[in-house]
């Protein structure tokens, strides 16, 4: 199993449609999860964390499910500029060795949202 | 303020050549990674500095690949002999570990587009 798991789409969707993506992650020691967003071209950067209780931030919407090893995004009214890709990222954890403080990144879910 | 600072942006070079990729992380950060991200693997890490200390470098594909950290504000990742196989983007990135914890957020670099020919 890929210790970071996603769906790599794409997801093309109309503006102001709702959109789900998800993720799984095979370390069970994971202790911190995150989303971050590439555009074409460019560096990834944070988007969001994601806590154990979920958390919303505007349009956007994290949940963690640590049962099933399973964190999910959800962007509502889905505008232009959030064509981009979603990447999930989950820190090592002690179990497989390393710094707590590794990533391991998810190759990522591409959204493009059309006019 | 300045981000993460990467040179060159691009480099094509031939097969065989030694290619150094230059990083400056964001000032009073402790920690700096090295990244190569390829459609077929994605973002893979390379190595890692804790207070310029390689920590975990697992992750350097074989012995062509170096990487130093010669003080706070500076690291390079040296190929050579550099392969066709080493194309990909190379990105650094930075993050600070407060005195509370790991503060995890990085943020990553413009990356450097290396093309080996």
């Known amino acids: 199993r890929k210790e970071v798991e996603q769906d790599p789409g794409p997801f093309n969707v109309p503006e102001g449609a709702t959109v789900a993506f998800n993720c799984t992650y095979s370390?069970?020691?994971?202790?911190?999860f995150f989303w971050y967003r590439q555009d074409c071209r460019k560096e990834p950067k944070l988007l969001m964390s994601v806590y154990s209780s979920g958390n919303e931030d505007g349009r956007f919407t994290a949940q963690l499910n640590r049962a099933s090893q399973y964190i999910s995004l959800l962007i509502r009214d889905s505008k232009l500029s959030d064509s981009a890709t979603y990447l999930c990222?989950?820190?090592?954890?002690?179990?497989?060795?390393?710094?707590?403080?590794?990533?391991?990144f998810g190759k990522g879910t591409k959204l493009s949202v059309k006019p | 303020d300045a981000g993460v600072i990467q040179s060159p942006r691009h480099e094509v070079t031939e097969m065989g050549q030694e290619v150094t990729l230059r990083c400056k992380p964001i000032s009073g950060h402790n920690s700096l990674f090295w990244y190569r991200q390829t459609m077929m693997r994605g973002l893979e890490l390379l190595i890692y500095?804790?207070?310029?200390?390689?920590?975990?470098d697992s992750g350097m594909p074989e012995d062509r690949f170096s990487a130093k950290m010669p003080n706070a504000s500076f690291s390079t990742l040296k190929i050579q002999p550099s392969e066709p196989r080493d194309s990909a983007v190379y990105f650094c990135a930075s993050r600070k570990r407060s005195g509370q914890g790991i503060q995890e957020t990085q943020y990553f670099g413009p990356g450097t587009r290396l093309l080996v020919l």
């Open positions: 990222v989950v820190n090592k954890g002690l179990l497989y060795g390393g710094s707590q403080g590794n990533l391991i």
């Open positions: 370390n069970s020691a994971s202790q911190s």
């Open positions: 500095f804790n207070n310029n200390v390689p920590i975990d």
